[in-house]
Every structure is written in structure tokens, then in C-alpha cells.
């Protein structure tokens, strides 16, 4: 018997606000056809006044904790991915840890951009298999839109605002049954010589504003397809398993192109591919587990299931999770 950490619930929330590029064309010279062609986008959740990372991440939190037949006091570990917090400090995943009960455990947040979901997830099940916590809350929260600039139309139209949540518990299975739920593996990675390919021009030590949004997207892209697959064939490797093992990929959703070339390269069928990008745009941490509870709640993902999910962020960093359903 070994411990693993057990998917029990998923939660996710989005702001009311849903901007659709028709809207977009008003704001910014482009159009619907431009960035459909281009990115796959249709529509996106802007957050507005009230709303925010900490009061998305805390729906999601409370929809997961329902899901897993929970109350917030159970919950003795929250990992919380983000790079939009409320306050330079402390840490969102605080703000949550009190606004659902769960105050006394450990609550930090992560900062790896559009990986930290991963990180967060990673980070979350090495802290359950060793006992350093029962039950964790692994929530993914943005507004991005509270970083972008709005005149630049290379990328106010690439993201979205929301956040996503799963519950995760120490359980001891039978490593011997292949269908002992649970993740398997988790790779990540990052490589800080592509800075300034995808970053933020500001923070508190240097310009002591909290900056706008910046990308290189051709490069970024390039970096993405290749970093993607590798990671999904370590995970694979590492827990034993091919790609036509995999019943579903849940991707980072930032751009359909990404989402169709990462597929063709590990020779995956469309359709095993949870896509949101569409409705969603790219929210970041958000994406994953935005992604994931999606398809859980709309009956695509099923107990047993083999569920890889992958992302790659400003720094670069991206990673990869490899679990089996429960």
C-alpha cells in the first residue's frame, strides 16, 4: 500500500461580466475573424467591481468543497496559483483559508503564471504523501485583466478572468492495481533565459507599480509546442503509460492552435482534448482547472478516467500532472 493524493471534488467560478469580440472590436483595432483564425478565441469573463482573485478562488473553492461532500474546516492545506493577488501581501490563499473556515492549516500561494496550477498541484501532493497535511484545496485564481494593457491588441484579446478548484485527500491504495486512483506523477520546469519573452513590466522592488503585460508571441508558441510534449512524455514515462493510455488531456487553453499542435505531436485524437479557450479565453493558473471541472460536470471525465493535465507559463515554466480518477 502507498499513499496518493485522491481528486475528490472540482469547483470553478467566472465573473459575470462575459465580453465576446464583437465587443472586443469596439475596444481595440480587430475583429472577430481575426482572432478566431488566430487563437480560437470567442468570448471571455472580465472581473468587475467587487470581484476578485480572492473572491473567485473562493467560489471555486466553496463548488469543490461541495463536490467533495466537504465543509471548510476539513481542509488543513490551501495551494493557491496565481499571478494577480489581491495584496502584494499576504497571501491570497489566506483570504480564502478564512472566508471558508479552514484557518489553523498551511496557506500559501504559488507564482509560476500559467504553469502554477501544475506547481500548485505538485507542490500540494508531495505535501499529503509525506503527512504534512490530510486534505488540500488546489485552486488556480486570475484577473488578468487588471494587468493588461488595453491598447495593445496582441494580447488584451488572449486573456480572460476566473479561477478553478480542486480538493485533493491522502489516501492508501494498492500500487499493484493498475486502477488505484490517484496522481501518478508530476514533471515541472522552468528556464528564466526567456524572460522577456512573456512578463509583466513592473513589481514592488523595481518600478513600484504593479506593471502591464508583455509578450513575444511567435517565440512563445514555438517554446510551447515543444516544452508541452516533452513534459506529457516524461509524466507518461514516469507513470508507466502511452499516450493512447489517456482517455483525456486537460491543457493549458491558451491559444486552439497550441491545443491542435501539441496534439498532433504526441499523436493524440482531437477529441480526447478538453477545450475551453474558446469561451474562456486564457486565464492563466485558472485555465486548467477551469478546464477540468468543466468536462467533470458536463460528464466527460468519469471515476477511472486517466487525466493528464499540462500547462506552460511565463519564465518559462511548465509542467505536467498525470492522475487517475477516483
Given at each position: 500500500?502507498?499513499v496518493?493524493?485522491v481528486?475528490?471534488?472540482?469547483g ?16 481595440v483595432d ?10 480560437g ?9 467587487g470581484?476578485?482573485t ?20 476539513a ?5 493557491l ?6 495584496q502584494?501581501?499576504p ?8 472566508a471558508?473556515?479552514?484557518?489553523g ?6 507564482a509560476?503564471v ?7 498541484m ?9 503527512g ?11 484577473t488578468?485583466?487588471r ?10 484579446v488572449l ?25 501518478l ?10 524572460n ?13 507599480t504593479?506593471?502591464?503585460l508583455?509578450m513575444?508571441?511567435r517565440?512563445?508558441?514555438r517554446?510551447?509546442?515543444?516544452n ?25 487553453q ?7 499542435a501539441?496534439?498532433?505531436?504526441l499523436g ?8 475551453t ?27 477511472g ?8 507559463g511565463?519564465g ?11
Amino acid at each position: 500500500m502507498i499513499v496518493r493524493s485522491v481528486i475528490t471534488g472540482s469547483g470553478s467560478a467566472l465573473p459575470q461580466r462575459a465580453v465576446s469580440n464583437a465587443e472586443m472590436a469596439q475596444m481595440v483595432d480587430t475583429s472577430d475573424e481575426w482572432i478566431v483564425e488566430r487563437t480560437g478565441i470567442r468570448s471571455r469573463h472580465v472581473a468587475g467591481e467587487g470581484e476578485t482573485t480572492a473572491t473567485l478562488a473562493t467560489l471555486a473553492a466553496r463548488r469543490a468543497l461541495e463536490a467533495a461532500g466537504l465543509e471548510g474546516k476539513a481542509i488543513d492545506l490551501i495551494v493557491l496559483a496565481t499571478a494577480t493577488p489581491d495584496q502584494t501581501f499576504p497571501a491570497t490563499a489566506t483570504i480564502v483559508q478564512d472566508a471558508i473556515g479552514a484557518n489553523g492549516g498551511i496557506a500559501f500561494d504559488v507564482a509560476a503564471v500559467c504553469s502554477g496550477f501544475l506547481y500548485a498541484m505538485a507542490t500540494a501532493d508531495s505535501m499529503l504523501r509525506t503527512g504534512m497535511a490530510r486534505r488540500a484545496l488546489v485552486i488556480g485564481a486570475e484577473t488578468f485583466s487588471r494587468i493588461l494593457d488595453w491598447e495593445d491588441r496582441a494580447t488584451c484579446v488572449l486573456f480572460g478572468d476566473g479561477a478553478g478548484a480542486i480538493v485533493l485527500e491522502a489516501r492508501e491504495v494498492d500500487e499493484t492495481d493498475p486502477a488505484s486512483p490517484g496522481i501518478l506523477a508530476c514533471r515541472l520546469h522552468a528556464d528564466g533565459t526567456h524572460n522577456q519573452l512573456l512578463y509583466v513590466d513592473g513589481g514592488p522592488s523595481t518600478t513600484g507599480t504593479v506593471g502591464k503585460l508583455r509578450m513575444k508571441g511567435r517565440e512563445v508558441f514555438r517554446h510551447a509546442v515543444t516544452n508541452l510534449a516533452n513534459v506529457l512524455e516524461e509524466v507518461l514515462a514516469d507513470s508507466g503509460h502511452v499516450p493512447a493510455d489517456l482517455d483525456w488531456v486537460v491543457p493549458h487553453q491558451a491559444n486552439q492552435r497550441i491545443l491542435d499542435a501539441t496534439a498532433r505531436k504526441l499523436g493524440l485524437p482531437a477529441e480526447k482534448v478538453v477545450v475551453t479557450v474558446d469561451r474562456h479565453a486564457n486565464t492563466s493558473a485558472a485555465s486548467v482547472p477551469l478546464a477540468f471541472d468543466a468536462a467533470v460536470r458536463d460528464g466527460r471525465i468519469q471515476p477511472g478516467h486517466l487525466v493528464v493535465f499540462e500547462a506552460m507559463g511565463g519564465g518559462f515554466t511548465w509542467g505536467a500532472c498525470i492522475a487517475r480518477m477516483g
